[in-house]
């Protein structure tokens, strides 16, 4: 396991060479952990926590500059899950997510989902959507099935 997490590593920082970006220790521990942790949705604050764990030497600044770098080289992608910062994912491991309002679960979903719509607001408005950017919000599942609380926004106190 913790070979095929290097090898995945070695790879991707072999495509940030080939952009023309450094393999910095930072930039490799950065990547570790997002490998190792794709479904967790970890904002800049949890990457930081995460690299200074095995790397107390980094600085903050290193990190969201390594983040910055490996965005810029489209390795790295953010996406806003809701109202909170908003958290990373390698590009190789992007997918598409419904959030729901009510209890804050996360659905992840192939891009392919989105095909059909993205098709035709292409053809009819020439436009070309970005569907993994943002989250798509509703209610789960679990949330419509338990009757008793009925569907409500999150807005809090106005
Ligand atoms: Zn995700
Ligand atoms: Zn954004
Ligand atoms: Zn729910």
Redesign the pocket.
Known sequence: MADAIDDRVTSILGQLRSHGGRATAARRATITVLLEA??N?LSSEDIIREVRARQPEVAESTVYRALAALEDLGVVEH?H?GHGPS?Y?LTG???Q?LVCRQCGR?V?VPDSEFAELSERLSAGYGFEIDPRHFAILGRCRHCRSRRRNPATSDAGPA
């Open positions: 794709p479904r949705h996406v899950l958290t994912h491991q992007a997918h997510h996360v992840e």
